[in-house]
C-alpha cells in the first residue's frame, strides 16, 4: 500500500504547475481531492475485475495480467492490445509527472538561489532546458545502477523520498503557523494541526511500507541516491559562497510578483 501511493501522483502535479496554471488559490483542494478521488475509483473497479478473474496468486504471478487472462478467457484480441496500450499510457504519465515535476523543483531552486541561476534557463516552448537534461542524466543514472528491477526500485524509493517530503512539508505547517500566524493564507486545512500530525504518521508509514519493498540492492541503490543529494547539496552550497547568493525565503508578499 506505501508504494501503491505513488499511483497518486497526480495530485502533486497540482502545486507543482501551480504557477502554470489560472486558477484561484483557495479552490485548488478541489484539484487535488479530484486528483486523489478519480483515480481511487478507476484503481477499484480495475482491481475488483482482476480479482474476479483468477486467485490472486496465480494473478501474483502473470507477467502481464491482463492480456493473459483475455487469453485465457477466449476473450477478442482487441482487448489486449488495448490492455496494454492503456499500461503504456500509464506508465509515460506517471514518467511524466515524475519528469515535469523534478524539472520544476530545479527551476524553482534556481530562482531562490539554492542552485545555479543556469536551471532557470528555458527554450521557446517555455520548459526550463538544463534542468530537464540534468533530470535525464540522473534518471540514466539511477537505471543503470538499478539493473533488472529498475521499476521496482524507482516505485519503492520514489514513494520513500515522497514520504520524507509530505513529512517535512506537514512538519513545516505547523511550523509556520506558529513563527508567521499573521500571514494571510488563501485556505486552511480543517482540522488543524491535528491533520498534519495525521499526514505525519502517514508519512513514516510511507517510508516504512517502502522500504519493506526493497531488497539488499535496492538498499543499494537509495544509498547512492541520498549519497548523490549530498553531494550535489554539497556543491551547490559551495556555489552560493563563491558567487556571494543569498538563499531567498518566500513570504505571501510575493504571490503574484514572478
Not at 72 to 101: D, E, Q
Not at 180 to 202: D, Q, S, T
Not at 221 to 236: C, D, I, P, Q
Given at each position: 500500500?506505501?508504494?501503491?501511493?505513488?499511483?497518486?501522483?497526480?495530485?502533486?502535479?497540482?502545486?507543482?504547475?501551480?504557477?502554470?496554471?489560472?486558477?484561484?488559490?483557495?479552490?485548488?483542494?478541489?484539484?487535488?481531492?479530484?486528483?486523489?478521488?478519480?483515480?481511487?475509483l478507476l484503481y477499484s473497479f480495475v482491481v475488483l475485475a482482476m480479482g474476479?478473474?483468477?486467485?490472486?496468486?496465480?494473478?501474483?504471478?502473470?507477467?502481464?495480467?491482463?492480456?493473459?487472462?483475455?487469453?485465457?478467457?477466449?476473450l477478442p484480441g482487441i482487448l489486449a492490445v488495448l490492455a496494454i496500450v492503456?499500461?503504456?499510457?500509464?506508465?509515460?504519465?506517471?514518467?511524466?509527472?515524475?519528469?515535469?515535476?523534478?524539472?520544476?523543483?530545479?527551476?524553482?531552486?534556481?530562482?531562490?538561489?539554492?542552485?545555479?541561476?543556469?536551471?532557470?534557463?528555458?527554450?521557446?516552448?517555455?520548459?526550463?532546458?538544463?534542468?530537464?537534461?540534468?533530470?535525464?542524466?540522473?534518471?540514466?543514472?539511477?537505471?543503470?545502477?538499478?539493473?533488472?528491477?529498475?521499476?521496482?526500485?524507482?516505485?519503492?524509493?520514489?514513494?520513500?523520498?515522497?514520504?520524507?517530503?509530505?513529512?517535512?512539508?506537514?512538519?513545516?505547517?505547523?511550523?509556520?503557523?506558529?513563527?508567521?500566524?499573521?500571514?494571510?493564507?488563501?485556505?486552511?486545512?480543517?482540522?488543524?494541526?491535528?491533520?498534519?500530525?495525521?499526514?505525519?504518521?502517514?508519512?513514516?508509514?510511507?517510508?516504512?511500507?517502502?522500504?519493506?519493498?526493497?531488497?539488499?540492492?535496492?538498499?543499494?541503490?537509495?544509498?547512492?541516491?541520498?549519497?548523490?543529494?549530498?553531494?550535489?547539496?554539497?556543491?551547490?552550497?559551495a556555489h552560493r559562497r563563491v558567487c556571494g547568493y543569498q538563499m531567498r525565503?518566500?513570504?505571501?508578499?510575493?504571490?503574484?510578483?514572478?
Amino acid at each position: 500500500m506505501a508504494v501503491f501511493s505513488l499511483k497518486f501522483i497526480g495530485f502533486e502535479m497540482t502545486p507543482t504547475l501551480v504557477e502554470e496554471a489560472n486558477f484561484p488559490a483557495s479552490k485548488l483542494w478541489k484539484v487535488i481531492l479530484s486528483a486523489l478521488f478519480i483515480p481511487a475509483l478507476l484503481y477499484s473497479f480495475v482491481v475488483l475485475a482482476m480479482g474476479g478473474m483468477a486467485p490472486w496468486k496465480e494473478i501474483a504471478a502473470m507477467n502481464m495480467p491482463e492480456p493473459e487472462l483475455i487469453a485465457r478467457f477466449g476473450l477478442p484480441g482487441i482487448l489486449a492490445v488495448l490492455a496494454i496500450v492503456s499500461g503504456l499510457m500509464h506508465a509515460f504519465t506517471t514518467l511524466m509527472g515524475f519528469w515535469t515535476s523534478s524539472a520544476r523543483v530545479l527551476y524553482g531552486a534556481s530562482q531562490l538561489n539554492q542552485l545555479p541561476k543556469v536551471f532557470m534557463k528555458v527554450n521557446r516552448y517555455g520548459q526550463p532546458f538544463w534542468a530537464n537534461v540534468v533530470v535525464y542524466l540522473f534518471s540514466l543514472f539511477f537505471c543503470y545502477f538499478s539493473g533488472d528491477n529498475w521499476v521496482q526500485y524507482i516505485y519503492a524509493i520514489s514513494s520513500i523520498a515522497a514520504g520524507i517530503v509530505y513529512f517535512i512539508s506537514c512538519l513545516d505547517v505547523i511550523r509556520l503557523r506558529k513563527l508567521h500566524p499573521e500571514w494571510k493564507r488563501p485556505f486552511r486545512a480543517p482540522g488543524g494541526n491535528f491533520v498534519f500530525g495525521v499526514g505525519m504518521l502517514i508519512s513514516v508509514w510511507l517510508i516504512i511500507g517502502a522500504c519493506m519493498e526493497l531488497d539488499r540492492g535496492g538498499y543499494v541503490s537509495l544509498g547512492l541516491f541520498f549519497a548523490l543529494g549530498a553531494v550535489v547539496y554539497a556543491l551547490a552550497a559551495a556555489h552560493r559562497r563563491v558567487c556571494g547568493y543569498q538563499m531567498r525565503v518566500l513570504t505571501p508578499d510575493d504571490i503574484g510578483k514572478e
